[in-house]
T-cell receptor
Framework: DTGVSQDPRHKITKRGQNVTFRCDPI?????LYWYRQTLGQGPEFLTY????????KSRLLSDRFSAERPKGSFSTLEIQRTEQGDSAMYLC????????????????FGPGTRLTVL | RKEVEQDPGPFNVPEGATVAFNCTYS??????FFWYRQDCRKEPKLLMS???SGNEDGRFTAQLNRASQYISLLIRDSKLSDSATYLC????????????FGAGTQVVVTP
């Protein structure tokens, strides 16, 4: 399977714990995005990377959230001191950076990590 | 006000009928427009990009109206398999890599 993969698929944690999610993009894609989706809403942009550089972060991404893409391949999203409001589906997507303006390129999504904070 | 707004539906459509719905966006600098499809508890998948001149892909037709800042999706000859949530996506307004999703329009095709 050469699609976007995410691990774990489900995570249940207690309030105050730290959690880390991993995303492996499609191998030739150099752009990687993180989104958060809650029930009845569309995905909300969190951050994106071009190669290893984090180019933008949403205001939604408080200082408890940190994302990395150290070698320009896989990425991790860490949430520290989780709160019940962090419960959501965390989606990762990747896209290529070819053909000029990358804003026109299709994003391929992974299956998501569903986080439940008790 | 949300940057991308959609009618949540549901649109209940008899099989074989036509359904159309819109999405409005607030950032006039937006450069790219898409419709994604999301099935229940699945990840979003690209349905089609939306071009300035409008475009068609089989039974699906998308239109962009930059003056009024909305995009539309029309589905002809609806199939049961078209039942899904359709997400409007707008990109490139604030930066190349930032995409805003609408909350989605639910379509239910009935036999």
């Amino acid at each position: 399977d050469t699609g976007v993969s995410q691990d774990p698929r489900h995570k249940i944690t207690k309030r105050g714990q730290n959690v880390t999610f991993r995303c492996d993009p499609i191998s030739e894609h150099n752009r990687l995005y993180w989104y958060r989706q809650t029930l009845g809403q569309g995905p909300e942009f969190l951050t994106y990377f071009q190669n290893e550089a984090q180019l933008e972060k949403s205001r939604l991404l408080s200082d408890r959230f940190s994302a990395e893409r150290p070698k320009g391949s896989f990425s991790t999203l860490e949430i520290q001191r989780t709160e019940q409001g962090d419960s959501a589906m965390y989606l990762c997507a990747s896209s290529s950076d070819t053909g000029g303006n990358p804003t026109y390129n299709e994003q391929f999504f992974g299956p998501g990590t569903r986080l439940t904070v008790l | 006000r949300k940057e991308v707004e959609q009618d949540p539906g549901p649109f209940n459509v008899p099989e074989g009928a036509t359904v159309a719905f819109n999405c409005t966006y607030s950032n006039s600098a937006s450069q790219s427009f898409f419709w994604y499809r999301q099935d229940c508890r699945k990840e979003p998948k690209l349905l089609m990009s939306v071009y300035s001149s409008g475009n068609e892909d089989g039974r699906f037709t998308a239109q962009l109206n930059r003056a009024s800042q909305y995009i539309s999706l029309l589905i002809r000859d609806s199939k049961l398999s078209d039942s899904a949530t359709y997400l409007c996506v707008v990109g490139g307004g604030d930066s190349w890599g930032k995409f805003q999703f609408g909350a989605g329009t639910q379509v239910v095709v009935t036999p």
